[in-house]
């Protein structure tokens, strides 16, 4: 499988190569992909030496997959330059995400979705992705009426400059400010920019994310995202009004036997997920499973995963796992 990476040395893109190589994935050529001041570069892979080229180089060997973590501007102007040559584009960016001719993606909730015909397969938010993980199952068997959700999300989110201001502020080092305020010592409920209605564009993915991968406009969500100084895992709290009645003991099961899922939820015992415990882990954790007495159908669960792993570079590589496995490449 000839392999591109466009993007291959950001915080992702260095994720998936770690990814390609502890997954065995069948890589005959691996063609590596970064901006224009890091052409001449090499990275590492499987003890071999790698020269990063030009995005134009790399259209002009056809790779059968290409890993695209570049940001939405380079993905609308690329990933259909690359389409166009016969190659399957997985993308980590937010451009193709709510367009209506892309699948959005996460494996182990609807990869049954893709055909033949999809040529640019849209990766969701990272945000979104582990909390689909949990949702999807219960919405099957409960059907989500309403969401609360509540995020508290890691800086390496925003990518590699934040994680420099992040420890800069703690060496005292007078970091570039990637964030409007300083992050060490603190809390911003500010992901992204600004939209209309006072929500940010990280709570709108959530929100309308959500509805495309469960397929369903119906339910009605809120969101707020707050940036927290950790390094990886982003947590979330969700409070779930379900339109059916629910056992407790079922919810439990429910959770136990799903896919890319580990149940840690003992509280009288401290066990409940934290980023220090799910941190360069692939699966999502779900704990503090309890209802919420004052709904009739009423759930609150709280969710930690790796950002950049389950997040983002996993859900990528187990995309193209899957098209191997449908035998669509």
């Not at 990272?126 to 999300?153: E, F, G, N």
């Not at 590699?160 to 800069?168: C, E, M, P, S, V």
């Not at 707020?224 to 379900?242: D, K, L, M, Q």
Request: aromatic letters at 6%; one cysteine or more.
């Amino acid at each position: 499988m000839k392999v591109a990476i466009v993007g291959s040395t950001g915080v992702v893109g260095k994720v998936m190569l770690d990814l390609l190589k502890s997954r065995n994935f069948p890589v005959s050529e691996l063609i590596l992909v970064a901006s224009k001041k890091s052409l001449g570069k090499k990275l590492l892979f499987n003890d071999k030496e790698y020269d990063i080229v030009s995005i134009e180089d790399a259209l002009k060997m056809k790779p059968d997959i290409a890993l695209f973590s570049a940001g939405g501007s380079t993905s609308l102007e690329w990933a259909p330059q690359f389409a166009s040559v016969g190659t399957r584009v997985i993308d980590n960016s937010s451009a193709w995400r709510m367009d209506s001719s892309k699948k959005l993606v996460v494996t182990e909730v609807n990869s049954e979705v893709l055909t033949k015909d999809d040529y640019i397969i849209a990766n969701p938010n990272c945000s979104t992705m582990q909390l689909m993980v949990v949702l999807a199952p219960l919405h099957k068997a409960y059907k989500i009426k309403r969401l609360v959700i509540s995020t508290y999300q890691s800086v390496s989110g925003t990518g590699k400059n934040a994680i420099d201001q992040l420890n800069g502020e703690r060496s005292d080092s007078g970091p570039e400010m990637i964030y409007p305020h300083s992050i060490d010592q603190n809390l911003l409920p500010h992901c992204d920019v600004f939209e209309e209605g006072g929500y940010t564009k990280e709570e709108n993915k959530l929100i309308n994310e959500t509805r495309k991968i469960l397929s369903d406009n119906s339910i009605q969500i809120t969101s707020t995202a707050v940036r927290v100084p950790i390094e990886i895992c982003h947590g979330e709290s969700v409070n779930i009004e379900f339109e059916n009645q629910f056992e407790l003991d079922n919810v439990f099961e429910i959770l136990k036997n799903s896919p890319g899922l580990v149940v840690e939820d003992d509280p009288i015992n401290n066990l409940y997920p934290m980023p220090i415990n799910s941190a360069n882990k692939d699966d999502v954790f779900v704990g503090r499973i309890r209802r919420d007495f004052s709904i009739k159908s009423g759930l609150n669960i709280w969710v930690v995963a790796d950002n950049l792993r389950k997040g983002a570079a996993t859900n990528t590589i187990q995309i193209a796992e899957k098209l191997i496995e449908m035998k669509i490449i």
